[in-house]
């Protein structure tokens, strides 16, 4: 069975860091892109960040540039996202996403063609 499975999520202060992990199993990791998504309530989910498949090119939305760092260990199938300088609009639940192309479009992250989402971890900043 295709599965991810997020964890890290916490309430955390403004100007503080946390670092999210997506566990993967079911597929070959290394096959497909993946990607950090999230949706704040009463908002729309927006992509975060990816890496494309082959653990190949990395992308970043324009909100989180310079802030998040997207990172993958092939070998334990997981992916990692670190987050620096955390700020209240950064609350929102995360999601994993295993897609067959992510790209970065008008300053955001596209995934193309998911074929798994994970459940979410809430992050929480506190301002």
């Known amino acids: 069975e295709v599965q991810l499975v997020e964890s890290g999520g916490d309430l955390v202060q403004a100007g503080g860091s946390l670092r999210l992990s997506c566990a993967a199993s079911?597929?070959?990791?290394?096959?497909?892109?993946i990607g950090w998504y999230r949706q704040a309530p009463g908002k729309e989910r927006e992509g975060v960040s990816c890496?494309?498949?082959?653990?190949?090119?990395?992308y970043y939305a324009d909100s989180v540039k310079d802030r998040f760092t997207v990172s993958s260990d092939n070998a334990k199938s997981t992916l990692y996202l670190q987050m620096n300088s955390l700020k209240f609009e950064d609350t929102a639940v995360y999601y994993c996403?295993?897609?067959?192309?992510?790209?970065?479009?008008?300053?955001?992250?596209?995934?193309?063609?998911?074929?798994?989402w994970g459940r979410g971890t809430q992050v929480t900043v506190s301002s």
């Open positions: 079911g597929f070959t990791f290394d096959d497909y892109a």
């Open positions: 890496i494309s498949s082959g653990a190949g090119s990395t």
């Open positions: 996403a295993a897609s067959v192309l992510c790209t970065r479009v008008a300053g955001t992250i596209i995934g193309e063609y998911v074929v798994r």
